[in-house]
């Protein structure tokens, strides 16, 4: 998602990041089922069926659990995210809880097993993109299985005909061309939850899970870009700073920006979310004067976790939720405008 | 787009490439309007008056100049695209022609200035993004001043609500937020046409402007994919090759593919295209066997013009329609497939 995307409420279709294992599958939505095995009532249920069950529309605020990978010193080997792995769409589906009700969970069941479509090979394994879930986490009222985007049929790069949905967690967790959930008895030990997607430092170590989104919050680019750099170029005089900010884990509680390098900061005003699982707008005045400038911000969540300065390394380059922070270049001659 | 996308006649909403010199403009396309300067009656024209202005929709290939840039061995700086920067969409709009003959054309206009809404440094000039084409090829037939993508409002990225369409001609050609239309008596030597996008070997070298699409083919990755190194294992056996072949200067007459590292050749089957202006699907039927291979692709037109196994490199990494070459592992033991 280009940053300029970050002052919409809902990102624009097309603009949403997607971030793909394997290849998109182009499935026909006529012919494609969930199926629910390990339940006490084996279910396989058409698009039809899950559409015509209750259904919730939920703005959603997304973020890979790469985002801001490349920024981290050592460059961990992946994908090379800068800050744009982010996107808020009106996600459309049916609660999960209410089919897992329908099939009923064995006693004993501890996590859900959620498989895609979608084939390749990591780590020299040939595997289905799979996750799971505690049962506690997809019993939750706002987890859904997902049929829609923004009003209309899940695009095919979102997963479509149908993901899953699991508001506040990194975006991994939201498994796309959902196929299968299969009640466990024992942990899950696959791939993508016990070698992907845990914070490591070492390679020995096993790590903790990477789950629930960081505290974080993101500028849209002030003033007009270079073309390759991106570097911005800002009138001097009055401008309004803005942006996004979103945490997993509580709810967003105060935004500041800081206008001299990190130095001092100073209370953005911060918007209600349109949803608790949203992002919130902020905006901050700058008068700005000429020269070389260096904004950001950093955002504050209900347990009082502020975004850091610089986020802790680990192996996988996950869960990046340093500062952002913008070189902005200040001029008081406005060139020619040749476009009115 | 990823190339899986190869497989759709008209490649699904939110999957085309997308090439921004600046940043997205996010404007009203009710306020937004689109004004003729220079011309006999200097026109002012909406959304709705250009709405209701006879109406073509066409499938179009388009590809950025830049597309293939990274494959080039000096890696010329830029937007470093390997092979994704294509695409194909059904384009509605009103023909140019029609609105240039409302303004009345001057005598002695040799070229027409298009002028969008986006705004940038480039070269180190502040400046609109704006490109001159000559007025012969600005009232050809299939020219199009385009409001809407695929059935629906042209998006956003795509140059929402107006852009200029050249079919046959590389992407930078086709204007976006196109908010103005000038007519020239002089040469323009403005940024987009005299500096960039213009193929050189010398910096010195005013170097002859890029223009109309190469003759190209790509292919459809076989198989499964790594991740995230995105290397091909495809299973042995008999497998179908497919991809796109098009060209911006003649009909493709023939596409060929090689399975041994492009030592021999032998022919595709040929699609007919779904328009003069885009893309033909060809098929190849492969019989795998286990080891590494080299499959490539390549096409040639009515010209007699094939695609070359090395392009020539010029300074701004244009145009490199070097045969596309995919390296696949092809394995005789089938693992455990996980999603049914």
Known sequence: MPLEALRADITPAGLHYVLIHYDVPFLDEST??????????????????????????????????????????????????????VGTAEWSGTPLAGVLHDAGVPGGTGELLFTGVDR?????????????????????????????????????QHGGPLRLLVPGWYGMTNVKWLARITALSAPYEGYQNAVAYRLRTDPDERGEPVSRMRVRSLMAPPGIPTFPERERVVPSGQTTLEGRAWSG????????????????????????????????????????????????????????????????????????????????????????????
């Open 32 to 85: 494609h089922a969930l199926s629910l095995e390990g339940f006490d009532r084996p279910l396989s249920l058409t698009l039809d069926e899950l559409r015509s069950r209750p259904s919730v529309t939920m703005p959603a605020t997304f973020e890979c659990a790469g985002n801001g990978r490349a920024l981290f010193d050592a460059r961990p080997f992946s994908q090379p995210w800068l800050l744009e792995a």
């Open 120 to 156: 390749g090979v990591e780590g020299g394994e040939e595997q289905s993109y799979e996750r799971a879930l505690s049962l506690e986490e997809a019993m939750r009222d706002e987890v859904l299985l997902v049929y829609a985007m923004n009003g209309r049929a899940l695009p095919p």
């Open 249 to 340: 884990t509580a709810p967003i509680e105060r935004v500041e920006v800081s206008v001299d390098g990190c130095e001092r900061w100073a209370d953005a005003a911060l918007e209600p979310a349109p949803s608790p699982y949203a992002w919130h707008r902020w905006t901050f005045d700058w008068t700005a004067t000429p020269g070389i400038h260096e904004v950001a911000c950093r955002a504050t969540d209900a347990d009082g976790v502020t975004q850091p300065l610089e986020a802790e390394p680990n192996l996988g380059g996950y869960a990046n939720n340093a500062v952002h922070r913008v070189r902005v270049s200040v001029t008081d001659r406005p060139r020619r405008i040749s476009a009115s």
